[in-house]
């Protein structure tokens, strides 16, 4: 099992009609990750803090649609947490968010994951938001001592960053000795400020970068570096791109646990996914019926996993 730890809110994007209208949609960095990974047939689960109102019980249902178990989810009565994405002309997107008081950042440390969890994967706001922040922090710790692979997305949102170099500092200090994989974009790096032998130095046996249309970059410890060219598409837009691009990873290192990482095909395997959720409005990633030519363990066909609505056998009783 892989379990993704993070928010679940809701995205508040631009909709067709009268202009300044939004339309709800199910977000969150980690959120997206653990509903991408349940579409490519991952055996997953969601550990967060989701609020009991209306939109927190419409972003569980898509959990359970997507096939994640939720038995890791706390509850609150606390609002769930609101962002809104601006678009530029290119589909790339900047957010604003309405955070206070909110229920998923009131998250505590389980006292256990479930027996056979082999990766963890973190990031985005719940890196940020007290008290929540420190109780992610306490289960990445634990759990990489335990031996799990652990990925980190940092994607940073400076809208919601009070002290800058504090959250450089605990980065570096705190979160990258216990991650195993990093994966970041070219502006999480620009923002951090750091290189990629310094991350590597301080604990990552991988890095990767995702740099847009250019595609995706890997180095790792052992001095290797590969790259995959990003799909040729139509972008409605980028959201839960980069996400996507974690659950494929974790879904192809998850594969073949101990043995040797073909980087290029992961790499490839992430990029077709993640050119697929920009074909569409808002974060919604790829079943695996999707990318059956390339399936997690190197062969080719169906891929498994979830099949989207459109390719579901209609009965005829």
């Known amino acids: 099992m892989i379990v993704v730890g993070g928010e679940a ?35 997953v689960a969601f550990c967060s803090r989701v609020s009991t109102d209306g939109f927190g019980e419409s972003l569980l249902a898509g959990l359970r649609a997507a096939g994640v178990d939720v038995s890791l989810v706390q509850r609150g009565p606390e609002p769930t947490t609101l962002a809104v994405p601006s678009l530029a002309p290119d589909g790339s997107a900047s957010y604003g968010f309405y955070v206070e008081g909110t229920a998923d950042r009131l998250f505590t440390l389980p006292p256990a994951l479930p027996e056979g969890v082999r990766a963890l994967a973190l990031g985005t706001c719940s890196l940020v938001l007290e008290p ?6 306490a289960l990445l710790r634990r759990e990489s001592r335990r031996g799990l692979l652990t990925l980190l997305d940092p994607n940073i949102r400076p809208a919601l960053i009070a002290d800058p170099a504090g959250h450089r500092a605990r980065f570096t200090d705190r979160l990258l000795p216990h991650t195993g994989v990093l994966k970041l974009s070219e502006e ?18 991988a890095v990767v970068l995702t740099r847009g249309a250019a595609g995706l970059t890997v180095w790792t410890r052992e001095g290797a ?3 995959a060219a ?21 879904h192809r290192l998850t594969a073949a646990p101990g043995g040797p990482v073909d980087w290029p095909d992961v790499l490839a395997y992430a990029a077709h996914a993640a050119a697929l959720t920009c074909t569409r409005p808002g974060a919604e990633p790829p079943y695996a019926a999707e990318l059956g030519a390339q399936r997690p363990d190197g062969g080719r066909g169906p891929a498994g996993g979830r099949t989207p609505p459109s390719c579901r056998a209609e009965r005829s009783d």
């Open 230 to 250: 990003a799909r040729p598409v139509t972008v409605a837009d980028t959201i839960g791109a980069g996400d996507t691009v974690n659950a494929a990873l974790l």
């Open 9 to 43: 809110l809701i995205d508040l994007v631009p909709a067709a009609g009268p202009p300044g209208a939004l339309l709800p949609r199910p977000g969150g960095g980690p959120y997206n990750t653990a509903r991408a990974l349940g579409r490519l047939g991952a055996d």
């Open 188 to 205: 999480d790096a620009a923002w951090l400020g750091g290189r990629v032998g310094d991350w590597l130095a301080a604990g990552p046996s």
């Open 225 to 227: 570096e590969h790259s």
């Open 132 to 137: 929540g922040a420190s109780a992610y922090e």
